[in-house]
């Protein structure tokens, strides 16, 4: 079974550039998740999509990130504009439904200049 | 709001010797709870999950943990540590409270494997 696919896996940018990152969960996985990670930090949720309705998004810093998973199935998540403090992996889980095990994939590693 | 809570940034022990990684939850809700395992460049991977039909739950690796309500702790162990075991570690607390599950990670320990 293929895993959590993500792209790129590393971007570089300068500051007040915009920048986007896609994930493809695992088939028949309705639940997706983006979360952020700062270097040294743990994970932290910044939105959850049930299909392609919205969960939670109470973390996204919504003057800046956007996402979207218009069709249900991946999503694509986007910086503008980019900050230096936006410098992290940015990962993407997905489950088969609310409550079940999330499933990461490798993340995209994202520098601000 | 739930947080966890892991103790020690760095833990280092010998090949051969117990791992032992310390994590603990806070929440008013008997949450379920993960342990992850992270390799340099790489995605976070499940090691073992408690969802409150057992206390002790065993992983991959030879990885198992228990929780321990009276102790809001679900500390990670391994009697023989490997050489392959040096990775990050999390651990994660989350609840399906209203269909928000996003969980609710530690800061990781990072684990040291000595020859």
């Known amino acids: 079974e293929a895993g959590v696919a993500q792209s790129p896996r590393y971007k570089i940018i300068e500051k007040r550039q915009s920048v986007a990152f896609w994930c493809n969960p695992i088939?028949?996985?309705?639940?997706l998740y983006w979360y952020q990670q700062i270097l040294g930090q743990g994970p932290k949720l910044l939105i959850q999509f049930q299909n392609n309705g919205v969960v939670d998004d109470s973390q996204l810093p919504k003057d800046r990130f956007s996402a979207e998973r218009l069709k249900g199935v991946d999503s694509t998540l986007k910086i503008q504009p980019a900050k230096l403090e936006d410098s992290a992996v940015y990962l993407c889980?997905?489950?088969?439904?609310?409550?079940?095990?999330?499933?990461f994939g490798p993340g995209t590693r994202l520098l601000v200049l | 709001a739930q947080s966890v809570t892991q103790l020690g940034s760095h833990v280092s022990v010998s090949e051969g010797a117990l791992v032992l990684l310390r994590c603990n939850y806070s929440?008013?809700?008997?949450?379920?709870l993960f342990w992850y395992v992270q390799y340099p460049n790489q995605g976070l991977q499940l090691l073992l999950k408690y969802t409150s039909a057992a206390t002790l739950v065993k992983g991959i690796n030879g990885f198992e943990a228990e929780f321990k309500k009276s102790e809001t702790s679900f500390h990670l162990t391994k009697p023989s540590a490997h050489m392959s075991d040096a990775a990050e570690y999390f651990c994660?607390?989350?609840?399906?409270?209203?269909?928000?599950?996003?969980?609710?990670f530690g800061k990781g320990t990072h684990l040291i494997i000595q020859p």
């Open positions: 994660a607390g989350g609840y399906s409270g209203g269909g928000a599950d996003g969980l609710t």
């Open positions: 929440s008013s809700v008997p949450p379920y």
């Open positions: 088939s028949g996985h309705a639940t």
């Open positions: 889980a997905s489950s088969l439904d609310i409550a079940e095990t999330q499933y």
